[in-house]
């Protein structure tokens, strides 16, 4: 547990880092405008990572249950199915990204060389996908520390390669061009090194079965949306931002989501490390000890929501004139906001890990979706009267509405009812 936490810590360190230093570095290249139609770009591609329809994610579940029980010849087989599938929907997403951006008009956008771009970060989110499978090989097998550190390393890595082709280029092109070159070099070693982790779980085809990926199909469309929501709630509002207050808004509005963001990630560091611990305590039956755990770690995350919250908006006013070299000012009420809806994301985290972990989020995953397409449609409708300060109002009513869920949800997992 205290290993996955801090792997989890180095993953929430490379990710607030990577953003402390790319927006003063985009910044210093290009204007806000510039930065804000990135930032519209980079969140189209980001769609394609749903691409696996969640199968990884409960061939994993499913994974680590079997090698609990001994079963390593039948998880071996569960993670050869997730290989075929992952390949064959990679390569069908490609060719229809391809072939659609052949048939758009080059005008559609007022950026040089966009299809190319496009292109070229949809292929990085592919290679990201099979860096997550290689990934699934360390959870699985009790390694979920490491596993961490393989992906997040990649990230790291893919983000460098961007940086080395913003600064030697100045262009988009350049940009995603690095971040590919880097992401491809990872992908080949994060395969290389998950090979080494086990000499069970081979990567291949060869026993791939379609009833493995059947079985897997009903909790991964589950976790497919819960992801869908993810994207929604985030690169969606993003898009929404970009095309109804303009790019330079973009850039403000990515900017206060993402120093509020601070305490969502601090909670990850903590609800992220107990998935694997709780699906194998559910694999041994042992209630008592899921709840306790549960219980605990629950109560903690909603201590860091709040004093994360306070503590950030303390820091945000020196933070944003040091990070952004005093482009993008501070405003109380705004910062305020945000981290209230920074605060309600938080505290959904423990319950949501806990459905998640025992493939028992079907009504969080759905509903979910719902109030994400809730709160973009309230976006939508309020933007022109209430500007940013609506959208952000329309984010804490979707989080809110997955907060109730989730936690109705797990209260009811513990009554006698659920345990019948």
């Known amino acids: 547990m205290a290993s996955g936490a801090g792997a989890y810590g180095y993953a929430q360190v490379v990710s607030i880092g990577t953003q402390l230093v790319s927006l003063p570095l985009f910044l210093h290249y290009w204007d806000m405008a510039t930065y804000g139609y990135w930032l519209a770009l980079t969140a189209l591609p980001f769609y394609l990572s749903l691409a696996d329809a969640g199968i990884s994610t409960a061939s994993s579940n499913q994974m680590i249950g079997l090698i609990a029980q001994g079963q390593k010849a039948r998880a071996a087989e569960v993670f050869q199915s997730a290989v075929a599938f992952l390949l064959s929907v990679s390569l069908l997403v490609l060719l229809v990204v391809g072939a659609t951006l052949l048939l758009l008009p080059a005008s559609l956008l007022a950026v040089p060389q966009w299809k190319t771009v496009l292109m070229l970060l949809s292929v990085s989110v592919v290679l990201s996908l099979l860096c997550s ?105 993003t898009l929404l931002v970009a095309a109804t207050l303009g790019p330079a808004a973009t850039a403000v509005f990515n900017t206060y989501r993402t120093v509020a963001r601070i305490v969502v990630q601090v ?134 509405l997955v907060w109730f869920t989730a936690t109705r949800a797990v209260h009811r997992l513990r009554t006698p009812r659920a345990a019948a």
């Open 133 to 237: 499978l290689a990934e699934v090989v360390y959870k699985a097998t009790g390694g979920y520390a490491a596993g961490t550190y393989l992906v997040t390393t990649g990230r790291l890595a893919d983000w460098a390669g961007g940086l080395v082709g913003l600064v030697l280029t100045r262009s988009f092109i350049g940009v995603a061009s690095g971040a590919l070159l880097a992401r491809a070099a990872y992908t080949v070693l994060a395969i290389a090194l998950s090979q080494r982790r086990t000499d069970f779980l081979r990567w291949g085809v060869h026993s791939a079965s379609l009833a493995d990926i059947r079985q897997a199909a009903a909790p991964g469309m589950l976790f497919l949306s819960l992801s869908l929501t993810n994207a929604l709630s985030l690169q969606g509002f």
């Open 267 to 400: 909670t990850n560091a903590l609800s992220n490390p107990l998935w694997p611990e709780l699906t194998a305590l559910n694999g041994q039956k042992d209630d008592g000890a899921f709840w306790r755990l549960y219980r605990r770690a629950n109560r903690l995350g909603m201590l860091i929501a709040a004093a994360g919250a306070l503590l950030v908006y303390l820091v945000a006013p020196w933070l944003l004139d040091l990070w952004t070299h005093g482009q993008i000012p501070f405003t109380a009420t705004s910062m305020a906001l945000f981290l209230f809806y920074a605060a309600v994301c938080s505290a959904t985290q423990i319950p949501r890990v806990v459905l998640m972990a025992i493939n028992r989020h079907g009504g969080l995953a759905w509903q979910s979706l719902v109030a994400a397409v809730v709160s973009l449609g309230v976006a939508w409708l309020i933007w022109r009267s209430a500007g940013m300060t609506g959208v952000v109002a329309a984010m804490v009513l979707g989080e809110a």
